[in-house]
């Protein structure tokens, strides 16, 4: 058993745990059981996910193996970059051999280069000459024009044309509006369509952006660069202006992967190669349209229902309807909402009426993401205007939504409400809202909404989320302890029922599991389930090693990143981990401590166990305290994802993930019984019956 233990590693590294996960979206294309746009749209998935994994973490790695001192971490950057590459090709092996095929049997025919028929293309020239070439712009690269600054992951089509009598031949980069649509229509028959793509349209009619000149021939391209934020918060000066100033330095970040159309010659990619001072490795050779992610417009445009996932209709429970008085019915209990299956509704709308309602004092918010046309946001503003007092945490370092989040600060500012930015050095990740009434007799209390994910109406439709609604006095104080910690930077603060990040959240979440070791040696009973996107902080994974020697069962739900080694003989046997991956995108945090065979401590929350998490971010995870709702969680969600495995994968010591059920998805799957249970008012009627909330609890 030892000799077992030591030939497996002690960590799985990030990188390639996450390569692991985006391969598992790359398997959902793959997956015939799954409409069949669907699996268009998780193809597209699988390349915004490359993009972000190659703008952060390939970034930091190549700075990385820039210094001297980090030379030994050399091997994992090119292990990860191999798996990148076979990832790429398999991608669009996908699309070639699979998608495009199958699209084809319905009708929906892409027309590749050189497939364009003259009628076609005679219709595409009027339409290149209207809608296109105005919008082109060429840059000449010679001696007079240095290469150009490119655009980070914008299309470019680099163009090699013909000199004068006895001169080299000239090459020229055309960059491709962002504004101008990837995908384009060429006709539609009865239920299908033919499409084909902007950049083959743009190359056939090239001549006519250079005239007098001969094409050679024309290749797409597009670069990704480093786009992490470093912003030193610490020096003097305004946050906004140098996040402002850090995003623009980002347009010349460092390029750290090219993707050209296979076909360009070899010369032409070790000439951009050497004007982007990029490595061999980082180039990738595409079979087919640059750039996947733009795939995803043809959902729209075949608009075929047939083809995806059926809509889903969310229930909104008793008493929290757009018209019902939300205050009153959650002074009288509390209430649990799981999102997308039932409404997110009710979150606006508990906003809304604090917005328009006079005995509302305040409204305090945290806002990490949300929607471009935000009605929470508008909420906010409007109940500034009403001259209430507003305060809105807006973190502006959430990743790639910084200039979103800037515009918002603003024009909260602009209505009266005080916008702040969190205690410096830390994200602002909690998801929050607390609401001060006057009541009765002029009694203040507060209300407040908790949740795992972002005020984002447009995301809680497909990420799977929890909401708790509560007046509860204990919790709801605690909720207004965290806003005064980011208000106030109150730097030892003691939180009753909430465990908050940077201050004590690691440390309770290792004497939850160490509790749960002891309870278990002492031959008690004892059990840890926990749901997160990722798992990488090493204090978590030693305490969880520790229970798991100890005898306790470990059940973990781990959408992405795990670096933990499950079922090593004598070190973590008793630890079980699946993914779970499907119609909607797992973003819950769930956790649950057998608690010595008591009551079972049940928490939520905005926190992964990450370091990050932990030591670098504001997060809160709240306990849920009323026992009918506590109940609803274990027999309702945690046991659909203990015993539904259509939508799950069993991870192994080898680092492999297996399908958890013997015949695959076509087991029945834990979002298959949340749409079940969504599709039935009777039981979204029952749980929403409450019982009063007893004195002093």
Request: glycine letters at 8%.
């Given at each position: 058993m030892q000799e077992i233990a030591a030939a497996l590693p002690e960590r799985f590294e990030r990188e390639l745990s996450w390569l692991d996960f985006n391969g598992r979206v790359l398997g959902l294309a793959r997956e015939?059981?799954?409409?069949?746009?669907?699996?268009?749209?998780?193809?597209?998935?699988?390349?915004?996910?490359?993009?972000?994994?190659?703008?952060?973490?390939?970034?930091?790695?190549?700075?990385?193996?820039?210094?001297?001192?980090?030379?030994?971490?050399?091997?994992?950057?090119?292990?990860?970059?191999?798996r990148a590459h076979a990832q790429v090709a398999e991608q669009y092996r996908v699309w070639r051999e699979e998608l495009s095929p199958a699209l084809a049997a319905e009708g929906v025919l892409a027309r590749e280069k050189g497939e364009l028929t003259a009628a076609e293309l005679e219709g595409l020239g009027d339409r290149f000459d209207r809608e296109i070439?105005?919008?082109?712009?060429?840059?000449?690269?010679?001696?007079?024009?240095?290469?150009?600054?490119?655009?980070?992951?914008?299309?470019?089509?680099?163009?090699?044309?013909?000199?004068?009598?006895?001169?080299?031949?000239?090459?020229?980069?055309?960059?491709?509006?962002?504004?101008?649509?990837?995908?384009?229509?060429?006709?539609?028959?009865?239920?299908?369509?033919?499409?084909?793509?902007?950049?083959?349209?743009?190359?056939?009619?090239?001549g006519r952006l250079f005239p007098g000149l001969k094409v050679l021939g024309a290749w797409a391209f597009r670069i990704t660069r480093n786009s992490d934020l470093y912003v030193d918060e610490d020096e003097e000066g305004n946050l906004i202006e140098a996040i402002e100033e850090e995003i623009h330095r980002l347009r010349k970040g460092a390029v750290v992967r090219l993707e050209i159309s296979g076909d360009a010659p070899e010369d032409l990619v070790a000439w951009l190669r050497a004007a982007l001072d990029l490595p061999a490795?980082?180039?990738?050779?595409?079979?087919?349209?640059?750039?996947?992610?733009?795939?995803?417009?043809?959902?729209?445009?075949?608009?075929?229902p047939d083809l995806v996932y059926p809509p889903l209709q969310p229930s909104v429970p008793a008493g929290m309807g757009e018209g019902?008085?939300?205050?009153?019915?959650?002074?009288?209990?509390?209430?649990?909402?799981?999102?997308?299956?039932?409404?997110?509704?009710?979150?606006v709308d508990f906003i809304r009426q604090a917005a328009r309602d006079p005995e509302v004092v305040s409204i305090k918010l945290t806002l990490y993401r949300t929607s471009g046309d935000s009605p929470v946001?508008?909420?906010?503003?409007?109940?500034?205007?009403?001259?209430?007092q507003v305060t809105a945490l807006i973190e502006l370092r959430a990743r790639f939504d910084e200039l979103n989040n800037i515009a918002w600060a603003r024009q909260l500012e602009e209505s009266g409400a005080h916008v702040v930015y969190g205690l410096v050095g830390y994200k602002t990740h909690c998801k929050a809202c607390l609401v001060v009434r006057r009541e009765k007799g002029g009694v203040l209390r507060r209300y407040a909404h908790l949740g795992t994910g972002n005020y984002n109406p447009r995301?809680?439709?497909?990420?799977?989320?929890?909401?708790?609604?509560?007046?509860?006095?204990?919790?709801t104080a605690d909720v207004g302890l965290l806003f005064n910690v980011l208000t106030g930077n109150l730097s030892s603060p003691s939180f009753r029922h909430a465990l908050v990040a940077p201050f004590d959240l690691q440390r309770r979440m290792v004497e939850l599991i160490d509790a749960e070791a002891a309870a278990a040696r002492a031959g008690r009973p004892s059990g840890v389930f926990a749901k997160v996107n990722s798992l990488v902080d090493?204090?978590?994974?030693?305490?969880?090693?520790?229970?798991?020697?100890?005898?306790?069962?470990?059940?973990?739900?781990?959408?992405?990143?795990?670096?933990?080694?499950?079922?090593?003989?004598?070190?973590?046997?008793?630890?079980?981990?699946?993914?779970?991956l499907g119609r909607f995108l797992e973003h819950s945090r769930i956790f649950r401590f057998l608690n010595h065979g008591?009551?079972?401590?049940?928490?939520?929350?905005?926190?992964?166990w990450m370091q990050r998490n932990f030591v670098r971010r504001v997060e809160c995870v709240f306990p849920v305290r009323d026992p009918s709702l506590r109940r609803r969680v274990e027999s309702e969600v945690i046991a659909a994802y203990l015993g539904r495995l259509g939508d799950a994968t069993f991870l192994g010591p080898d680092g492999a993930h297996v399908p958890a059920a013997p015949e695959g998805r076509d087991a029945p799957g834990v979002q298959d019984a949340f749409l079940a249970l969504a599709a039935k008012p009777a039981a979204a009627d029952k749980r929403a019956k409450f019982r009063p909330r007893k004195a002093g609890r």
């Open positions: 015939r059981s799954v409409p069949l746009l669907e699996r268009v749209r998780f193809l597209s998935i699988v390349s915004s996910n490359l993009d972000e994994f190659f703008e952060i973490r390939v970034a930091g790695l190549l700075q990385q193996a820039e210094s001297a001192s980090a030379s030994a971490g050399n091997g994992l950057l090119e292990e990860v970059l191999r070439l105005p919008a082109l712009t060429p840059l000449a690269v010679d001696p007079a024009h240095p290469f150009p600054v490119l655009t980070n992951k914008n299309l470019y089509l680099a163009v090699r044309l013909a000199g004068a009598k006895g001169a080299p031949a000239r090459v020229a980069v055309v960059p491709v509006p962002r504004i101008l649509p990837r995908i384009l229509v060429l006709g539609k028959e009865g239920r299908g369509l033919r499409f084909t793509y902007l950049s083959y349209v743009i190359k056939a009619f090239l490795e980082g180039v990738f050779r595409i079979d087919g349209p640059v750039n996947l992610l733009r795939l995803g417009a043809l959902i729209d445009a075949v608009a075929r019902d008085n939300l205050f009153a019915r959650i002074g009288r209990g509390d209430v649990l909402l799981h999102h997308p299956y039932e409404s997110f509704s009710p979150v946001v508008e909420a906010l503003k409007a109940a500034a205007e009403a001259g209430k995301t809680a439709k497909v990420y799977t989320d929890l909401s708790l609604f509560t007046a509860d006095p204990e919790l090493p204090s978590v994974i030693d305490a969880l090693q520790r229970a798991s020697q100890a005898g306790v069962p470990i059940e973990l739900v781990v959408r992405g990143i795990c670096c933990l080694v499950p079922g090593v003989p004598g070190r973590s046997e008793t630890i079980r981990v699946r993914s779970v008591g009551e079972p401590l049940v928490y939520l929350g905005s926190a992964d």
